[in-house]
């Protein structure tokens, strides 16, 4: 709290006046976060506070309230010395832009705002070249347009979709590119244009090539928490059945923590680079939810559509994860594994935790919010059952 850092100020320097506490506080590092209502923007938005920045988040207009990730940060506007402050923008919206980086003045701006779902992207492929290609061009440019090239500094969430089609296993930063989704080909813009724009006006601008990273906070549309919540609630007696696309795609899926940490570390360099993420294993979807299952003693049954080809056992009678071929996807990434030598050994990043202790943590806290559900449902109050 701001509180907590006045007090470690002056117990470093042994100022009672607040003048010297004041200025250090001037002098706090600014970053600002695009995206900053998402998964990897509150693991990260915690990890500079706890760092000691000043951090600001720009937050998209909603009908309802989209803050639920970082309420626990929040710091209302009357709060003295508030570390944690959050603006109206859109990616879509230059002068917004522009106009919160004026006022913040960033050393740090980590651009993790993006229409992040691949399968989506089919649906809105414009939608998303304008908030992750041109949304990516528009922070590049607020920061030229106000003369910050030498002040800000840039991070941009590159993705492992960026691959696509592999030519290559494991794939490092030197594999070639092949993206196969609207949202893959916005992102390969992105990359581009920051790699660019690094080279054309001496920018500090990086582009993380993060391979899946998954968490409690993770949304709920994506397969792994999707997989965690119904399970929870099949496990309680609160759904039938769990629909699933394809279950034969591989993922090097990682913790959202560790993988916020290396984005930061990042920006802390001498010269600006590209770094790829990941754990270097790889699990396929059928893997994850047999590991979930497991973890809260829950048997599998597949049926569906095509499993039966794959060998799978569909003469018993409970179903408990069918393949519904709606989720498949018009071009699919079947298989991607990282290698992430050049982050360990250049920033000395290494993920902490472990694949099963992911799903662990994941299950257990959807075990939790289906607890909770089955109290309000006892209660009479009404649930909805959302699980698209
Ligand atoms: P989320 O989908 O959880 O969060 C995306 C964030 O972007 C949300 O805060 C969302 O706001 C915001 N956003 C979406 N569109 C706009 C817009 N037009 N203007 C302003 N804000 C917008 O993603 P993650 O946290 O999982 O991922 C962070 C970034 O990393 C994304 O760019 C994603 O593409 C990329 N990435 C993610 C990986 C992963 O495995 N998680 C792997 C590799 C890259 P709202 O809350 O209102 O929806
Ligand atoms: P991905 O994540 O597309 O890799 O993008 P997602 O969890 O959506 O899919 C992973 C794989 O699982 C298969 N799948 C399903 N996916 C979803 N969402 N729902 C299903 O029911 C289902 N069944 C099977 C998919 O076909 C796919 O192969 C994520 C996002 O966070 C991106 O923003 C990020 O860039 C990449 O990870 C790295």
């Known amino acids: 709290s701001p509180t907590k850092t006045r007090l470690r100020l002056v117990d470093c320097f042994g100022a009672t006046d607040s003048f010297f506490t004041h200025n250090l506080l001037d002098t706090m590092k600014k970053a600002l976060i695009t995206g900053v209502t998402g998964q990897d923007g509150a693991y ?9 920045y000043e951090v600001h988040g720009i937050k998209r207009r909603s009908s309802l309230f989209n803050t639920d990730r970082i309420d626990h940060l929040y710091q209302g506007p009357h709060e003295p010395e508030r570390r944690f402050i959050l603006h109206h923008g859109d990616l879509t919206d ?11 003045q960033p050393d740090e701006l980590y651009n993790l705002a993006a229409q992040s779902h691949v399968a989506v992207s089919f649906e ?6 304008n908030s992750d290609a041109i949304g990516t061009l528009r922070l590049l440019e607020a920061i030229r347009i106000l003369g910050m090239e030498q002040k800000t500094r840039f991070y941009q969430a590159s993705t492992s979709e960026l691959y696509g089609k592999v030519r290559e296993v494991p794939q490092t930063e030197a594999t070639p590119f092949h993206p196969r989704s609207p949202y893959a080909v916005a992102k390969l813009y992105a990359y581009w244009i920051t790699v660019n724009y690094r080279e054309a006006y001496g920018l500090y601008a990086c582009n993380g090539i993060l391979f899946n990273h998954e968490s409690p906070l993770r949304g709920e ?8 919540r119904a399970l929870a609630r099949i496990k309680l007696g609160q759904q039938q059945c769990l629909y699933l696309g ?9 913790h959202a923590r560790d993988y916020v940490e290396m984005q930061w570390l990042m920006l802390q360099q001498e010269s600006p680079q590209d770094y790829v993420i990941a754990t270097g294993r790889q699990y396929s979807v059928r893997e994850f939810v047999e ?14 559509h095509g499993v039966e080809e794959k060998g799978y056992d569909t003469n018993s009678g409970a179903c408990i994860v069918a393949v519904d071929p709606r989720y498949f996807r018009p071009a699919e990434v079947e298989t991607l594994l990282g290698d992430a030598t050049k982050a360990r050994t250049e920033l000395g990043w290494t993920p902490r935790i472990g694949f099963e202790e992911l799903v662990e943590e994941m299950m257990r806290e959807d075990l939790k919010e289906a607890e909770r559900d089955a ?10 059952d959302r699980h698209e």
């Open 246 to 254: 394809n279950l034969d795609a591989k993922r090097d899926w990682g």
């Open 44 to 52: 990260l938005a915690e990890l500079l506070l706890a760092k000691g």
């Open 291 to 304: 590991t979930a299952a497991g973890s809260v003693g829950i048997g599998i049954r597949w049926q569906g």
């Open 94 to 104: 230059s002068s917004s832009l522009i106009r919160i980086m004026q006022q913040v």
């Open 375 to 384: 109290l309000c449902s006892r209660e009479g109050y009404t649930v909805l």
């Open 124 to 129: 809105e492929p414009e939608y998303t070249a």
């Open 221 to 228: 549309t994506f397969v792994t928490r999707k997989i965690t």
